[in-house]
Structure formats: C-alpha cells, structure tokens
C-alpha cells in the first residue's frame, strides 16, 4: 500500500476507536434514566456512573499517553481497545450499582488509552503540518459523529431491548477496530528512550483526584463542613503536592511540568477546563430532564442529540477558515460565548417545553463548540516538541476529563442544593386554601415540581456565567513562538 494511502488508513483507524469511545459515552447517559428504575437509585447516585467512568479515565489518560510514547503507540492502543470490549460486555451484565461502577472503571482505565495514543500516531504519521492540522481536524469530527449515532443506535436499542444492549453494541464495533488497528497501524515511540515509569507518580495522581471528586460528590449529602469532607479535601491538596514533588524530579514524569511553563498551554487548558465542566454537568443532565419531565422515551431523547452534532460538523470548517483572518484566541473566545449562549437558552424549559426547545439550546451550543474545536487541540500540538505530543494530549485529555467530573459533582450537587432551597421558599410564599390530605399532596407534588424546574434553571444560568469567564480567559491565549522557534502564526495557520 501506498504510503499516503496507508496513513489515512490510519486516520480511518483511530477515528474508530474514538468514535466508540465517544458513542459509549452519549449511550450510557442516554440509558441513565432506565438504569436508575432497574437499580431504585436517586440522580445523586446514578451520577456516579458518569463520574467514576470520567475520573478512571482522567487518572489514567497521562499513564496511558506516558506508556504509548515509551514502549510503543500502536501496542498500547490495541490493548486498550480489547480491555475496552471486555469491560464494556462485564458492565451489559452489572446487577446493582456497585457493580455497574466498577465494570465502567474497567471501561474508563481502558478508553484513556485512546486519546493520547492516537493523537499522537496521528501527529507522527502526518509530519507535514497542513495534513496534520486537516487530519486532526477531521479526527475530532469522530466526536461529532459519535453524537449523531449515539443516539440514533443507543435510543432504539434501549427502549427495544434494554439498557444492556447499549453495552454490548461495543463488541462487534470494536472487533472491527482492533482488526484495522493491528492491519494498518506501524508501531512507533518516542525518540527519547524510556528509563523508568513514574508508577509513584501516576498512583499519587490518581489518590489526589478520586479524593477530589468524591469530595465534591458527596459534599451535599454529608455536609461540606464535616469531618470527612474536609479531610477528602485536604488530602486530595497533600497527595496533589507529593505528586508535583515526585514528578518534578523524576526523569519520565506523568506530567512534564515545564508544559506549565508556556501561557498558550496553560491558558487553552484553562479554557477546556471551564467549557468541558458545563458541557459535560450539562449534557448528563438534559437527559433525565427529558425522560423525567417531559416524559420523552430513549428514542426520542436521543433524536434530541442528532442536529446538534451536524452542527458540530459544519461549525468545525468555519472554524478552520477562520484562522489566518483571525487570531486562535479569538476564535476560541467567540466559541465559547456562542456555546455559552446555548447554555443559557435552556433556561426557558419547563414542564411545557417541546423538543425543539431542547433542540435549538444544544445547536447553538455546539455550533459554538465546533468552530473552536480543532484551535484548542492543534495549539496544544504546535507549543510542545513532537516526541512529547502524546504526554502534552493526555494531559489535555486529563484536564478534560477532571473537567467533566467537577461538572457532574457540581452541577448534582447545586442541583439537589438548588431544589431544597426553592421548596422552602416555595412553600413560605403558598396558600393552600383546602388542607384534605388529597388537596395537600397535589400541593405538595406541584411545589416540589415547581422546584426542580427552578433548580435547573439556577444550573443552566450558573454555568453561562462560567463559559463568559472562558471566553475572556481565552483571550489570554497568545501563541508566539512555535516549537521551532518560528513566528507563532505561522504554525496557527496550519492548526
């Protein structure tokens, strides 16, 4: 096979693998609302698939991205995958929510091998950097179409056999995946060879999150003042601080610190950070809102999610012919206030609403996603030298994922907080004229939906207030000098 053919093969390739990375993500959430009536759990609960599935991914994104670079890409993306199907069959089979989680961990440690790999096989098959900025960009549109049949696969399976098959859909998939992987892909690994993996470090960095997370998880139910909150936190801050000490010194570190040391980095991270914990907060929740109130089945609500991504894949080329008329930073802020604005939009739901008002919230949010998509990753590929791509896209990755966890333990947690204090006021400033016990309990019923419409309301709002303060963060973000020590803009042309 011809070389140039060979390696859009290979962009083919990955983008199978994301594309079941991301549509396994859209399906679950979308299966959310049936899990929680099969196992009896509250939201709070059922909140935990999403995060503990997030925060395993997060912990291991920069182990995966560390080993791929050192023993070999193309080996760490095929055992990825097959863990990858192997868990996801365990979790089609989960009888409690224990269970669940733990077969979604499993899940989660396998899918974090799959960003940072294949960034970076991506980055070292295209050496040339329009054909690189192209086939990333074209790579991040597997995300869009994992949104598009997401739904339209998972919706369907769900409301005809059941949330299990949303699972179990992984297989043939992935099969097919890891049989073009092992046909096209050609092993590579860094120029720098590996001494010694920072397994300290990598296990200090996953104690520190998953403290965080379930800190912030369960700060509501168990009193953000007490004993084992506070104590959550404070050794999430120790443990974060022996990882920085481990890794500073060590000479294969998880996360290259001296990444810090270049403001375009930092500051796209800082933007990802702020847009992915709305987005993600959000997106669990539109789900359960839809089935909950709205009374909408699987089907339908996935339906919802379908217009959305082909917003995405329009938005992605007005992006791309953005560049070189406007600097990154501006198109990254004006991004991200578009996205805000979608978010803001779902304010206007309540029980009355129709799909379409769902519908036109999520297009203009992710319209504004996508014409900043591929100027977030490609910067992060443009400031780092090439042998460290793979570290510097997980620690992206990571970042997202940490991201998504706040979003989830915030936005649940605001949420619940959000409907408790709306009841009490609710109810201070009603008059109930009759007090049968049947008149008070349709009361009671109308003032606590009255309540957690509101309560949504409070989380859509708040998180617009977070993407205006990414969009001005972004404006922070000024590449000057590439890799090669070249004009900076020259490289953002290519992004």
Not at 89 to 95: P, Q, R, V
Not at 196 to 224: C, E, H, N, P
Request: charged fraction near 10%; hydrophobic fraction near 55%; charge should be negative.
């Amino acid at each position: 096979m011809a070389e140039d053919n060979r390696k859009w093969w290979i962009l083919l390739t990955v983008i199978v693998g994301t594309f079941l990375g991301a549509m396994d993500q859209t399906v679950v959430n979308l299966a959310v609302p049936k899990i929680m009536l099969d196992f009896n759990i509250l939201t709070a609960d059922a909140a935990w698939i999403a995060t503990a599935y997030i925060l395993a991914n997060a912990v291991f994104v920069p182990v995966w991205g560390k080993l791929g670079d050192t023993i070999g890409r193309k080996k760490v993306y095929v055992w990825g995958f097959s863990i990858f199907i192997v868990g996801s069959i365990l979790a089609g089979f989960a009888w409690d929510l224990s269970s669940m989680i733990l077969f979604r961990i499993i899940q989660a440690v396998a899918s974090s091998a799959d960003y940072p790999t294949a960034m970076a096989i991506i980055a070292v098959n295209f050496s040339n950097g329009k054909e690189r900025a192209q086939a990333l960009g074209i790579w991040s549109s597997a995300f869009a179409l994992a949104i598009v049949f997401g739904p339209l696969i998972g919706g369907p399976l769900i409301d005809i056999f059941g949330w299990r098959s949303v699972f179990m859909i992984n297989l043939p998939i992935g099969i097919i995946g890891i049989a073009m992987a092992l046909t096209f892909i050609p092993e590579s690994v860094s120029d720098k060879k590996s001494v010694s993996f920072d397994w300290y470090g990598a296990l200090t960095l996953g104690i520190s999150l998953a403290l965080l997370v379930f800190g912030l998880d369960r700060g509501y139910d168990w009193g953000w003042t007490s004993l084992p909150i506070l104590l959550c936190f404070a050794g999430s801050g120790l443990f974060m601080y022996i990882f920085y000490l481990i890794d500073s010194r060590h000479p294969e570190p998880i996360i290259d610190f001296s990444f810090f040391r270049i403001p375009a980095f930092v500051f796209t991270l800082v933007n990802n950070f702020l847009i992915f914990m709305c987005l993600m907060g959000g997106m669990f929740l539109i789900p359960i809102f839809d089935q909950t109130f709205l009374g909408l089945s699987a089907t339908e609500t996935g339906l919802q999610f379908v217009p959305m991504a082909f917003c995405i894949m329009l938005a992605a080329p007005i992006g791309a012919g953005l560049v070189g008329k406007l600097q990154p930073r501006y198109v990254i802020a004006l991004s991200t206030l578009v996205a805000g604005l979608g978010l803001f939009l779902f304010t206007g739901l309540d029980v009355r609403s129709s799909s379409l008002d769902v519908i036109i919230p999520l297009i203009v949010m992710m319209f504004g996603m996508g014409f900043g998509m591929s100027q977030r990753t490609g910067i992060i590929a443009a400031v780092v030298p090439n042998d460290e791509i793979g570290s510097a896209s997980a620690v992206l990755a990571l970042v997202r994922n940490i991201s998504g966890a706040f979003g989830i333990a915030i936005f649940a947690t605001l949420l619940n907080m959000s409907v408790e204090n709306n009841m009490l006021a609710i109810s201070a400033y009603s008059v109930v004229n009759m007090h049968t016990p049947a008149v008070m309990q349709q009361a009671t019923t109308l003032m606590y939906l009255d309540a957690q419409i509101l309560a949504y309301h409070t989380i859509f709002i708040v998180g617009s207030i977070i993407m205006i303060l990414a969009a001005v963060l972004a404006l922070l973000i000024d590449v000057k000098k590439t890799k090669e020590g070249e004009e900076g803009k020259e490289v953002v042309l290519e992004i």
